[in-house]
């Protein structure tokens, strides 16, 4: 496995692979990497012949009061998960790498992108459709993998790919939780005891509604349900709670093929995420 900080020398390696007739799948992440990513990372290895982890705290997709400089970073950590389920290249470049002097370039997809997160965080998805337009032509990849914990950010970048003609084919890939149903994420590491405690109230409440969304219940009754089971608990306090259509994340209509249910939320000062197709 290598591990390249530069633009160039990823394009080499991916060129090397490609001549070689290789598929290229690429994983991409900030870095701090748990059973999640490598739930992605073990995706683009049984599906292509070449694996990108890209690590990389992306600078533009936070916001002035966010959690940029406090983001965990844990580069050799991370590399020693990567080498161990086959990895063939990180890249982990310097913000300067990616942003040099005088950067002014910028993808904004709209839609999809203005509500929820797009609400709570307006400059978040320009970040992220921006860093991984470059990532997927740096790259050059066939294949790249998303996981449905970030379930607005998958929709935000297949309409990205749909709607800017790009080669990438983008792969879902499911939730993986702790035993106790936490989601993971890199920022589970903030919580204290007590709020990782509270915390579970998230996911515990996805099953009170897939349970009442299977025998029928009407969606504010789920909605209702799952506001008083997050509000149980003293240390969280709910951002949003949106029962949406599923492609759009608009209301649902009677063309709406799937019902997400998608929560946010805070423990102490820590924001998680976290929702369920219905
Ligand atoms: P991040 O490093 O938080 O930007 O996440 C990188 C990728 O890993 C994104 O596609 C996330 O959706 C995915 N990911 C993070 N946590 C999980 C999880 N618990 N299960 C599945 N995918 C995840």
């Keep these: ?20 007739g290789k598929s290229v ?19 683009s290895r049984a599906m292509c012949d070449f694996t990108v982890v890209s690590v990389f705290v992306n600078p533009t997709q936070f916001g002035p009061t966010e959690d940029f400089d406090k983001y965990p970073r844990t580069l050799d950590a991370d590399a020693e998960k990567c080498e161990k389920e086959g990895v063939d290249v990180i890249f982990a470049p310097a913000p300067s790498e990616m942003y040099p002097e005088g950067y002014d370039g910028w993808v904004t997809v709209g839609g999809v992108t203005e509500v929820l997160e797009g609400e709570a965080r307006p400059t978040h998805f320009r970040g992220v459709t921006t860093v991984c337009t470059k990532l997927f032509n740096i790259t050059g990849a066939d294949k790249a993998f998303f996981g449905r914990k970030d379930y607005q950010q998958l929709c935000v ?23 106790d149903g936490l989601a993971l994420s890199s920022r589970n590491k903030y919580l204290s005891g007590d709020e990782r405690k509270a915390a579970l109230c998230l996911s515990r409440s996805l099953n009170i509604a897939k349970d009442m969304y299977k025998e029928g219940a009407d969606l504010a009754a789920i909605k209702e349900a799952v506001t008083k089971e997050i509000e149980s608990e003293p240390l969280m306090k709910i951002d949003y709670v949106a029962l949406v259509d599923g492609d759009t994340l608009r209301e649902v209509t009677a063309e709406s093929e799937g019902v997400v249910l998608l929560l946010a939320a805070y423990a102490g000062s820590t924001r998680l995420i976290d929702n369920t197709l219905l």
């Design 157 to 179: 970048i297949k309409k990205t790919v749909r709607d800017l003609n790009m080669s990438v084919e983008i792969v879902p890939v499911d939730i993986v939780r702790d035993v």
């Design 1 to 20: 496995m290598k591990v390249f900080n530069t633009v160039k020398e990823v394009r080499e390696a991916v060129a090397a692979a490609k001549a070689r």
């Design 25 to 43: 799948g690429f994983v991409p992440t900030m870095g701090a990497l748990h059973e999640g990513h490598m739930t992605l990372v073990r995706t």
